[in-house]
């Protein structure tokens, strides 16, 4: 199905681990965008990618590493979870200024 | 940096009442402004989106934003609240360069009394 899709949709991990959460979308929009959303915050940028191999930091990176080898994937990778990164974590693709959002995932640190 | 803030982080009307849910932004050059809404334990949809066209933006279920250049305000209401539109509603801007980032306000949390 067309669309952008996150998984997996729930997780669960322990401190120290390393996790990664995928997004793939099906329009091939050039931008992508990773966000991260806690209550009293809204969503905060943490990383974007304009293109394949263009990836760029935004407001709350630290902790996180993300790569962009094809088009179509944008996975976000924490190194070494920690309890703070216990939050809702976004994808979003653009074309020019029209935004797609993913179902989001859920992710627990314990 | 871009900034957006969004006044009161509970609203609270009547069904039937007027919805205002306030917005202002800190670029000095208008940026594009979007109007995103949450329900509980979903994504995100958008409502409406000002691109420099008309300074009034109708959008999905009835909501309309007003863009106030002297203002820098971008502020999201609906004439006659429904239950439905309880939800978490979201303001976002968007500079007019090259990195198409969408920097969210905190969100307003509506709550609809029957």
């Known amino acids: 199905d067309a669309g952008i899709t996150q998984s997996p949709r729930y997780k669960i991990t322990e401190t120290g681990r390393q996790v990664t959460l995928m997004c793939h979308q099906t329009w091939s929009h050039s931008y992508m965008f990773w966000y991260r959303q806690d209550l009293g915050h809204g969503l905060r940028l943490i990383y974007y990618s304009a293109a394949a191999d263009i990836t760029d930091k935004g407001e709350v990176p630290d902790g996180y590493v993300v790569s962009r080898s094809k088009t179509e994937n944008f996975p976000l990778t924490l190194e070494s979870a920690t309890r703070s990164q216990t939050s809702v974590y976004f994808c979003a693709s653009s074309q020019y200024y029209g935004y797609t959002f993913g179902s989001g995932t859920r992710l627990t640190v314990v | 940096a871009q900034s957006v803030t969004q006044l009161g982080s509970h609203v609270s009307v ?21 109007w995103y809404v949450q329900y509980p334990n979903q994504g995100l949809q958008l409502l409406l989106k000002y691109t420099s066209a008309a300074t009034l933006v109708k959008g999905i279920n009835g909501f309309e934003a007003e863009f106030k250049k002297s203002e820098t305000s971008f502020h999201l209401t609906k004439p006659s609240a429904h ?32």
């Open chain 2, 83 to 114: 239950m439905s539109d309880a939800a978490e509603y979201f303001c976002a801007v968007s500079e007019r360069d090259s990195s198409y980032k969408l920097i969210f306000g905190s969100g307003t949390r509506l709550l609809v009394r029957p």
């Open chain 2, 14 to 34: 009547s069904e039937g009442a007027l919805v205002l849910l306030r917005c202002n932004y800190s670029s000095s050059v208008p940026p594009y402004l979007f």
